[in-house]
């Protein structure tokens, strides 16, 4: 079965310091990948998404960037953190054949605080 | 591009009694409808999805419906019990046409279920 790997958990950064959260997944190969942030008041906010290695697309403008550099890794980055960047992130995988959409599984997360 | 409107915001049950949210979607061509139930820090999990060519899906306690035509669907959670208390989210996947699967997620439904 699928599974999506995240680390880490937990994480308290200074502002202006780099940030680079990694996401791995199993059992699936070709798969669609996702990042999305959540802000206190539950909200999903889809950030980044890749169908594949090297190819991000970006959702919002924003202080992070993500990368893909094997088809089972993908790399949410920043180079300088600000105080918004603090939420609760969330690596997203789905799997899709043709128009049908199937297998939607999420990481567990990693709490980051910037200080 | 869809949108997820999802109601309501909170909603509090004594243990044994339904719960129902509700969802409207805008995109015509969304053709999945995953619902998702997050616990206090941990990532979503998928409980129950249904695809636009069908009406309804049981799975023991929870049920979906799907109404196409009005563009909404929703979840019933019967005989709650206090461990059913989570954020729930529903979401959509439109047909981009392509295989770039999104989900436009509705903002949260905080369930409690008290004793």
């Known amino acids: 079965s699928q599974t999506i790997h995240q680390w880490p958990a937990t994480l308290v950064q200074p502002v202006g310091s780099p940030l680079s959260l990694e996401c791995t997944v199993e059992?699936?190969?070709?798969?669609?990948l996702y990042w999305y942030r959540q802000a206190a008041g539950r909200g999903l906010q889809l950030l980044f998404y890749?169908?594949?290695?090297?190819?991000i697309s970006s959702e919002v403008p924003q202080n992070l960037s993500a990368s893909r550099p094997q088809d089972r890794q993908f790399i949410l980055s920043s180079k300088k953190l600000l105080l918004s960047d603090s939420g609760f992130y969330l690596c997203a995988l789905i799997r899709g054949q043709g128009l049908v959409a199937y297998g939607y599984t999420f990481g567990s997360g990693t709490r980051l605080t910037v200080v | 591009g869809e949108n997820v409107e999802q109601h309501p915001s909170t909603l509090s049950v004594q243990e044994g009694d339904s719960a129902v949210i509700k969802c409207t979607y805008s995109?015509?061509?969304?053709?999945?409808f995953p619902w998702y139930k997050q616990e206090l820090g941990k990532g979503p999990q998928l409980i129950i999805d249904?695809?636009?060519?069908?009406g309804e899906k049981k799975d023991q306690r929870i049920a979906v419906t799907l109404n196409k035509t009005a563009k909404h669907f929703s979840l019933h959670i019967t005989e709650t019990q206090p461990e059913d208390s989570a954020v729930y989210f529903c979401a959509a996947v439109p047909n981009s046409g392509g295989s770039n699967y999104k989900l436009t997620f509705g903002k949260g439904t905080l369930l409690t279920v008290n004793p």
């Open positions: 995109d015509s061509a969304s053709n999945y």
């Open positions: 890749s169908v594949g290695i090297g190819q």
């Open positions: 059992g699936t190969s070709n798969p669609n």
């Open positions: 249904i695809r636009s060519n069908v």
